[in-house]
């Protein structure tokens, strides 16, 4: 089993698109993790059914008991994050500002301060149009420990993949270098890096490309909308080859993408067009890259 994860640097590359399309071409054969969770795109392309969901608890934030509050004040004058607010005679927390540090509940002399595990967002298995599993999440609202849950996200799918002894998990990564690429990285066996030829998205690329070499993953580059400037895919290619990327394939600018989208259909179920072609060469291609025959 191959776990197979697509990055970009940057966002609005097409990565998800692109994922989505290598999720219809390996059909039941993979099991699929969308870990942007973020902000959770794929099921608009993959339609899941959401058949089993479930809360996810991760972290702590402070709440104050205001019957045994002694309004004494000590948690505001000690909290670095002006997180506790006087309100009306009484001491609040403001949730989005709080950490979850603890020092409030420690000094508390009435020990009205708890500390309770947060509800941050919720993740799902689900049955996709191509019949095979995909598991997904969504970080809710000004939470954080997205690293966690995309952690929770991967495990889950590699559980799926191992029980049903598929050959591969296909992870849709988030965008830039933070803690849920970090943790999207993690266990992977190959990693492709999409691109767009902009001098942003070289950049990015590049700073990312940094960060897989951390983890001393092979890696491959697929170019999107390679000819909207040719003279920076050249840039990028050259990169590749002094870098040891494998060169997976320059996709041109096509509208086609954006009519799928909007269709709420990958490029490979949308009629016959030439993208269809590439991006299913691009996959064997992939799987061979990876040593899984």
């Not at 993959?46 to 045994?68: H, M, N, R, V, W």
């Not at 689900?126 to 420990?145: C, F, P, R, T």
Request: charged letters at 25%; one cysteine or more; glycine letters at 8%.
């Amino acid at each position: 089993m191959k776990e197979i994860v697509v990055i970009s640097g940057k966002g609005g590359t097409g990565k998800t698109s692109i994922t989505a399309a290598f999720a219809m071409i390996a059909g039941k054969n993979a099991v699929i993790a969308d870990c942007d969770v973020d902000a959770a795109d794929m099921h608009l392309l993959l339609k899941p059914d959401f058949a089993k969901s479930e809360d996810f608890y991760s972290g702590f934030k402070a709440e104050i008991d205001q019957e045994l509050c002694t309004k004494c004040g000590k948690c505001k004058q000690v909290c670095r994050f002006d997180a506790v607010q006087k309100i009306d005679d009484s001491y609040n927390i403001i949730n989005l500002d709080c950490e979850g540090c603890g020092y409030c509940a420690e000094i508390c002399p009435a020990k009205t301060i708890q500390m309770v595990e947060q509800n941050v967002g919720k993740w799902y298995i689900s049955k996709i149009k191509s019949e095979a599993q995909m598991v997904h999440a969504k970080l809710g609202i000004g939470a954080d420990n997205s690293g966690k849950l995309v952690a929770k996200v991967k495990k889950e799918a590699k559980n799926i993949a191992q029980e049903s002894r598929k050959d591969f998990i296909l992870v849709d990564g988030s965008p830039g270098i933070g803690c849920p690429v970090v943790s999207s990285l993690s266990g992977a066996d190959y990693v492709i890096l999409v691109t767009e030829p902009t001098l942003s998205g070289f950049h990015d690329m590049k700073r990312v490309f940094e960060l897989i070499q951390n983890f001393k993953l092979p890696a491959g580059c697929i170019i999107n909308k390679y000819d909207v400037n040719e003279n920076i895919s050249e840039k990028i290619i050259e990169f590749c080859n002094n870098n040891s990327i494998d060169h997976i394939v320059n996709i041109p600018y096509d509208e086609t993408f954006t009519a799928a989208m909007t269709d709420g259909k990958t490029i490979i179920e949308f009629e016959d067009n030439t993208l269809k072609k590439i991006l299913e060469d691009s996959w064997k291609k992939t799987i061979k890259l990876t040593g899984q025959h």
